[in-house]
C-alpha cells in the first residue's frame, strides 16, 4: 500500500519543464498588467493635466465676466476702464494687453468700491506666463483715489496679483463698440461711456506640451517668438486659444 502511494504521489507532482512554463506564462502575463497599468496611469495623469489647464482658463473667464459686470462710472475724475496695449515691443520684452477697471465687488460691501485688473506676468520659476489678477480693497483704493488717483492701478510690489491660470500667453483685449466688429486699440482709458463690451482672447499651452516643457531648457525668449525651433516642435502644435465677449453694464 505504501509503495503504491508514492509511485501515485509521483506521478501528480510538476516536472521541471511544467513549472518553467508557467513562470514563463506567469511573467508575460504580468508584464502585459503592468503595461497596461503604465498605460492607463499616463492616460490619468494627462487627463488630469488636462483637466487642470481647461479648468483654469474656465475659472479666470468667469472671474473676469463676474468683475466686469461690476463696472461702476467714473469716479472722482478717475476712468473706470482702461485698457492698455504696447504693440511692437521686441522679444523677451514685450508687455500684453492688461485690463484695469473700478468695481462694486459684493464682498467688498455696499458701495464700496475696489480697483482690479488683469494681465500676464512672467513667472521666472515656473518658465511660463500666467494669467494674474490684481486687487485692491477698498480701503486701499479710496486711499488712492484720494490721494494719488494716477496710481490707483499701480501695484509695483506685485502683492496684490493672484495667479489664475498657469502657460497663458497672448492676452489680448479688444473693446466693441454695438454694430462693430471688435479691434486692436492703442492705450486708452474710457472715463465716461464705455464700449458695449470687450472681447479677451488668450492663449493656453495644451496638456501634452505642459508635459513636456517640464524637461526641456524654455525661457522667456522661447515663447515670445513662434520661429523658435523649440516653440514650433513643443508648444504651437499643443496651443488652445479662448476667446469670451463680456458685457459691461454701463457700456454703450
Known sequence: MNRRTVR?????????????????????????????FRATATLWRRSEQRSDTAREARTAIDRMERDLAMVVPAFGGVAPLRLSHLPGTPPGERVYDALYALASLPDAGAGAISAIG?????????????????????????????????????????????????YVWDFEVRPCVKGEPASAFPN?????????????????????????????????????????????????????TYVTRIRLPIGQ
Open 8 to 36: 501515485y504521489t509521483a506521478r501528480r507532482a510538476f516536472t521541471l519543464v511544467e513549472m518553467l512554463t508557467a513562470s514563463v506564462l506567469a511573467l508575460f502575463i504580468a508584464g502585459l498588467v503592468l503595461g497596461a
Open 118 to 166: 488683469y494681465r500676464c506676468r512672467w513667472d521666472a520659476a515656473a518658465r511660463c506666463y500666467v494669467l494674474v489678477r490684481l486687487f485692491r480693497d477698498a480701503e486701499a483704493t479710496l486711499t488712492a483715489l484720494e490721494t494719488a488717483p494716477e496710481t490707483v492701478f499701480d501695484d509695483p510690489s506685485g502683492a496684490g496679483e493672484e495667479p489664475l491660470a498657469r
Open 188 to 240: 486708452r482709458a474710457y472715463p465716461g461711456a464705455l464700449p458695449a463690451w470687450v472681447e479677451i482672447r488668450f492663449k493656453v499651452a495644451g496638456p501634452l506640451a505642459v508635459e513636456k516643457l517640464a524637461s526641456l531648457p524654455v525661457t522667456r525668449e522661447t515663447w515670445e517668438n513662434p520661429d523658435d525651433p523649440l516653440f514650433r516642435r513643443v508648444i504651437a502644435p499643443y496651443q488652445q
